[in-house]
């Protein structure tokens, strides 16, 4: 598409990624975007591996990372939505947050420039396994009573659950995981597509000498909005793990 003397590249262009491996298998096809999340599973793996050979009080190097990481996730988001129940669920919680992390910070790295996040099938494969993962937590901890105080939650006068009943039930465990994605994938894309303006403008009037004034804003944009998606990556790995387990602490706790 042209405005003015200004060609941003077709939508398609800036979210779809042809295969370099095993083009022509429509199953194995391997993209960047399938790179992306294989060096989000690989790299954090590493990190933790050599982390663990560390040894000393002091901890070093990855080991730092690492533990980190760790404490992070623990004060911050399992002790804050379950409570000290919530331990048990710390490698998929810190396992969510890297995944996702690496995942969005790809964004702003040169050659990849693509957050994987901003493909809907990454975000709903995690929903959908944190979606499993607590009805099958509340179903372990409370059998079939679980779907009983989700579907008939106390306190509510009985003549209301002809209305609250289904509107829980489909909140719960339909809407749920799906707005859990959605999230996830809206803001990555927006933000990639903010990005990908602000570079077609600075390219572009770069180029062009009687625009050369509008670089002064359009440069400045460009790198405080790179900035602003670096805070943004962590953020929405913060924000889908902690929705994560404020859904298994719902889920353990269905009473409160």
């Not at 509008?214 to 793990?241: D, H, K, M, N, R």
Request: aromatic share 12%.
């Amino acid at each position: 598409m042209i405005l003015g003397a200004v060609h941003f590249p077709p939508i398609e262009d800036v979210i779809e990624w042809p295969a370099f491996l095993f083009k022509d298998s429509d199953l194995l096809a391997f993209n960047k975007i399938a790179l992306i999340h294989f060096l989000s599973l690989v790299i954090p793996t590493i990190v933790f591996l050599v982390g663990s050979r560390g040894d000393g009080l002091v901890p070093r190097g990855a080991r730092t990372v690492a533990e980190g990481v760790v404490n992070f996730v623990d004060t911050q988001i399992i002790q804050a939505a379950i409570g000290h129940d919530g331990r048990k669920y710390m490698p998929l919680l810190t396992s969510f947050f890297l995944f996702v992390f690496f995942g969005n910070i790809t964004e702003v790295i040169p050659f990849f420039q693509m957050p994987a996040n901003a493909r809907m099938a990454g975000p709903l494969v995690l929903a959908l396994t944190a979606w499993a993962m607590f009805i099958s937590v509340g179903l372990r901890h409370h059998g079939l009573g679980y779907l009983k105080e989700v579907a008939f939650p106390p306190g509510v006068p009985k003549a209301l659950y002809l209305l609250v009943t289904p509107i829980e039930i489909l909140s719960t465990f339909f809407v749920r995981p799906f707005s859990h994605a959605v999230r996830l994938f809206a803001n990555m894309l927006a933000g990639h597509i903010l990005l990908v303006t602000f570079s077609v403008l600075c390219i572009s009037v770069w180029g062009a000498s009687a625009l050369i004034i509008v670089e002064i804003g359009t440069f400045p944009g460009l790198v405080a909005f790179t900035a602003f998606e670096v805070g943004v990556s962590l953020i929405q790995a913060f924000v889908f793990t902690i929705l994560a387990a404020v859904y298994i602490g719902g889920a353990l706790h269905p009473a409160h």
